[in-house]
């Protein structure tokens, strides 16, 4: 959690709330932060927080917290989803947030070259070792946010971001991962992990995140377990 704007009266009793809560949730560890953090009106902070952290993958996997029991056991099968990640995929940065994962391909994992949406070789490489995982655990929704350096007009950038998602959407489909499970978003030029003034930093911000989250199958398999 980087920064929280103060949205008026309201918010500040929600962000009251919420300091409150996540102090109480610190140290726990990530199965219990899922069930923590969803019972603090997930929604109405992963918003907050999407909208203001400068993450938008790490918001959309806080907003879709259910928190309580059934929050503990998805967020146990989720800390075992990220370590498969982790392990199948070392260059990727990924990070248990809530009852789901933020997942970022930068350019050790998917790269573009710049003015380009197409994946390389080696982006299709990596994407091939995350594809075995996606499968075993076939009740999540994944949500891809594409992003681009600064080079070139806003406008343009937010449309090749898009296409720089759906590239990878396309490819994940190709390897046998259901459609149905996908959502895409292109953000541009906002949110950069990296400075635009050096090549590398560019490079760097040439990626693509991933909000994985619970689907309504896996949300009712884990009512029923309690």
């Known amino acids: 959690m980087k920064k929280i704007a103060i949205l008026g009266l309201s918010s500040l009793l929600v962000l009251s709330f919420l300091f409150t809560s996540c102090e109480s949730v610190k140290n726990a560890n990530n199965t219990q932060k899922g069930a923590g953090i969803g019972a603090i009106a997930g ?39 990220a370590r498969e990640i982790d392990e199948a995929l070392p260059g990727a940065d990924v990070e248990r947030v809530g009852e789901g994962i933020r997942l970022v391909l930068k350019e050790d994992a998917v790269r573009f070259d710049v003015n380009k949406s197409t994946l390389t070789a080696q982006a299709k490489a990596n994407l091939d070792k995350l594809v075995p995982v996606f499968k075993e655990y076939g009740d999540t929704n994944i949500e891809i946010f594409g992003y681009t350096d600064n080079t070139g007009k806003p406008e343009y950038n937010l449309t090749l971001s898009q296409k720089r998602a759906e590239s990878v959407k396309m490819y994940l489909i190709s390897k046998g991962l259901v459609s149905s499970r996908f959502k895409t978003s292109g953000f541009g030029i906002a949110d950069p992990i990296a400075t635009n003034d050096t090549p590398d930093g560019r490079s760097q911000n040439r990626r693509v995140e991933f909000a994985i989250t619970a689907n309504q199958k896996m949300i009712d398999d884990a009512k029923k377990k309690q």
Do not use: E, P, R
Request: charged share 5%; net charge neutral.
């Open 43 to 81: 929604g109405v902070i992963g918003g907050i927080i999407g909208a203001n952290s400068g993450h938008a993958a790490a918001g959309a996997a806080i907003g879709a917290a259910i928190g309580g029991g059934t929050g503990a056991l998805i967020g146990n099968s989720m800390d075992k989803q």
